[in-house]
Each structure stands twice: as C-alpha cells, then as structure tokens.
C-alpha cells in the first residue's frame, strides 16, 4: 500500500488510514462503519439477483426453461447497472425537476462519486436533506441492487415466453419511465416522501411495483403454451431451496441498510425481517397441511417470499411483536389470494408464470397498511424525516394527542400504493406497446414448442436423448447404442405404467 510523499520516516500509517480531512482518502465526514456495512447491504442485496434469484428462476421452472430464466435475471442485473449509473440514478434521487422526478443524469465523474453523499430533494419542513456519512460511490451502487431486484422480480411473472429481444427493450424503458418515478417519489423528496408515506425499504417502491407490472405485461405478452401452463414442474427442487436460502439471508441487506447507516434501526429491521419470514413460511407450510394433507416445500418458499415483503415497509418502525403478527397476515392472505383466488377466471386469465402478483404486489400492499397499525412512534422519529408518525394501535399514547395522526397514516399508506399501482398500470401497458412496434413480445410457437435451445441454442442439462436429434457422427459406437436402447426402453416403461394409471407423462 503506498504512503503519502515524504511521510515515510515520520509516521508509518498508510494513506487510506490518516485523518487530515478533504482531499484525503479519509475525509472527515467519512464513518467507516456505516460505509462498510452499506457495502455490505449492498453486496447481500446484489447476491440476492445474482446468483439467488437466478438459481432460483432457472430451477422452479420447467427444465426446458431454465436457461432463459436464469438468463432473464442475469441480463437485468447488467442493463440496469448501466442505465443507473448514465441517467437514472439522478432522475430517483438527484434534485428536484417535479415533485414525482428527478433531474436525469450521469453519477460517473470521480468529483461527485467522492464526494459525500446527499439526497438534496428530501429537506422537509423539519429536517435537512439526508447526507449519509459515505461516499456517494456507496450511495449509487446501493441503490442500484434495489432497482435492479425489482426488475428481475417482474421476470418472474414472464417466464416460459416472453421474447427475449423484448425483455432487453423492456429493462431500460421501465426503469427509466416506472421505477424511477417510485423511487423518487417515495425516497427521492418527491410528494409522497414529503407527505409522510411510509415504505421503510420498498415495500412499495419495489415489490408492488414489481407484482403490478410484472401482471400488466403478463397480460400483454400473452401466456405459455397452454402444455406448460397444466405441466410446469420444478427441474431441481433442491436448487429452488438453495435459491430461496440466499433471497432470505440477502434480505438482511434489503432491511438491515435502508436507514443508510449501521444504527440501531438497522438492527431492528434485520430481526424483524427474520421473524415476519418465518412465522409466515411456518402459517402458509400449516395452511397446506390442513387443505392439501401434506406439507408442500415450494408453498413454503412462497410463505418465506411474503413474509419478508411484509414486513419490507415497516421492517425497522414496529417491534418484534408486531413483526410476529404480520408474519401471520403474510402466511395466511396471499395464500389465499394465490391458492384460491389465483385459481378462478379473473386471475387465471393472465398467465403469471410464478405468481409475483400475490407474493409481491398483494403481500406489498398488505404489508404497508400495516405499517399504517403497527409502526411505533419512537422508531418513527428514530428514522423517518416526518416527526410523531404512528401506527393505530399507539393512537392512544399521550392521552390520545396524536390519534388523528394514526388515523391518517392509514389513508397516506392507501393513496400511496394506489398511486404506485395505477403509474405501473399505466407506464407499463405503454411500454409493452411500444416494444410491439420494434420486436414480438412472445415468442414464436417453434420456439415455445422447443425452449430454451431454440431461443439460446443452449441446455440446462447435457443428457443425451433428452430433446436432441441423433447425429451419427457424434453418437456412434456401442456405448452410445447401449445409452440410446436403455434410455428407449426407460421410456416404454415409464409410458406403458401411466397408461395403465390412467395419467399422462411428458418425456
């Protein structure tokens, strides 16, 4: 590590270590805790894309699927870095151009990435803008595995047929026309930051968002062929788990940084987070017990996702009773909305291919309102830049003083998340007819028909006999007569006892 000029003999200490203010690599506004547990957030956040929602897509789906699943995630990760950082950073938390955006552009030149962060639009009559104690590098890069979670969470609802040539048009115009106006107006300084609406760590920003416009251009991409929509199983439950394990863990970072510092809140929100998730996956695992007779460990999964949406907006404002509670609410109604609701005529006809709806916009729009109940006022003003917010249930502290300030919580959360919902109807519906102009949203039925080798040219698993053609050249020699004679007789048998059962196998 190199020394400062001339201070060799003098003092040993590196550069990156000497306090001697700006123009240093240690400024004097620097915290070294908060910046490196924001890194960290950050770090847990990006892995919960890359790999776990990456593993998770590519595993839960059919196999012939599990390449352009896991692919959908990957390419998200990449474009909304670059997009982020040459335009739409500034345009969610730059300086104010209306009250629901912000002023477009780049976060690139070493003078504003060095300098210490700020969020200039979010000054309220009370506080002045927020300035964490942290370059403004972190700062970007932090919000960036937000947004970029965010859309490959709307992949979720498109898996198993949407052209991918649509899905790269899409990423870019729906960050820059949908999310950022979320972003900004929820955590930017924008209206509702300034009203006082509550979204802890993108309960709205994020997961209604993603659930609303995933459904939308469901809707408008068209559904799977209607083979995979009867038979879509898992290719490796076992990878779904490992999946799954990573977006829990990762999500310590989701809550754990959104106060953008290592503080008491931070602390808070990453046990209230664990307890929602868990207390609902154990509801929904119950829930499947009691209807279905048997435990089901894809259905937990999806209780575990609830719950940790649940809890996103308020994960550091409620005590871990009221997380408890939540988990409850998150296990319990998006079951119903997913396992009842989601099998009648006005869900089914759009073909959400993993059910964002109801584990994200469903569970996201729950999980403000009860932010609207539950977020205790001490927290509140440890965090929020709102003074004496309160959930309904502390409207009776202080004699009732501040019981009108409860009851209108709730109708802020309400205009909150419909104004998020009718922006991504909106927004959505207009990108996916724009992208109609350029390239099919769907893809052709050859490719539906074959999957993943027909839109990529590659497979998930190299098992010979499993979709590809027999290539003399490649598969002569006994060994490959005695694999292609037992793989053909497997297949007679496996055929000739579901006959006999009365069901239908594909192989």
Known sequence: ??????????????????????????????????????LTASTFVGLQCIPGLMILYGSIVKKKWAINSAFMSLYAFAAVLICWVSWAFKMSFGEELIPLWGKAGPALDQKFLLKQADLPATGTDYYPPLAPMYPMA????FQFVFAAITLVLIAGSLLGRMNFLAWMLF??????????????SLW?????????????????????????????????????????????PPNNVLLSLAGAGLLWLGWNGFNGGAPYAANVISSMAVLNTNICAATSLLVWTSIDVIVFKKPSVIGAVQGMITGLVVITPS????????AMIMGVFAGSVPWYSMMILGKKRMFNIVD?????????AVAGTMGGCLAAFFAQPTLCNMFLSIPGERGIVYAGDENGAHGHKAGLQLLKQICGVLFIIG?????????????????????????????????????AYALWGDGETYDASIHAGDAYAFKAQTLEASKHAVKAQASREGTWVEL
């Open 188 to 232: 930017g300084g924008g209206f509702l930051f300034q009203w006082g609406v509550i979204d802890y760590a993108g309960g709205y920003v994020i997961h209604v968002s993603a659930g609303v416009a995933g459904y939308v251009a469901a809707y408008w991409v068209g559904p799977r062929l209607e083979k995979d929509r009867k038979s879509f």
């Open 138 to 141: 972190t700062l970007v890069y």
């Open 1 to 38: 590590m190199a020394l400062a000029p001339g201070t060799a003999s003098v003092n040993a200490v590196p550069t990156a270590y000497q306090t001697t203010g700006d123009g240093t690599a240690l400024p004097d506004w620097l915290n070294k805790g908060d910046n490196a547990w924001q």
């Open 423 to 459: 922006w991504n109807i909106i927004m959505t519906s207009l990108i996916c007819q724009v992208i109609k102009l350029v390239v099919p949203l769907r893809m052709s039925a050859k490719e539906l028909a074959v999957g993943d080798d027909a839109a990529h040219g590659e497979e």
């Open 171 to 184: 990423v870019p115009l729906w960050l820059t026309c949908s999310y950022t106006i979320g972003a900004f």
């Open 315 to 322: 994960a550091g404002l409620v005590q871990g009773w009221a």
């Open 352 to 360: 959400d291919t993993l059910g964002v709806f109801h584990t994200h």
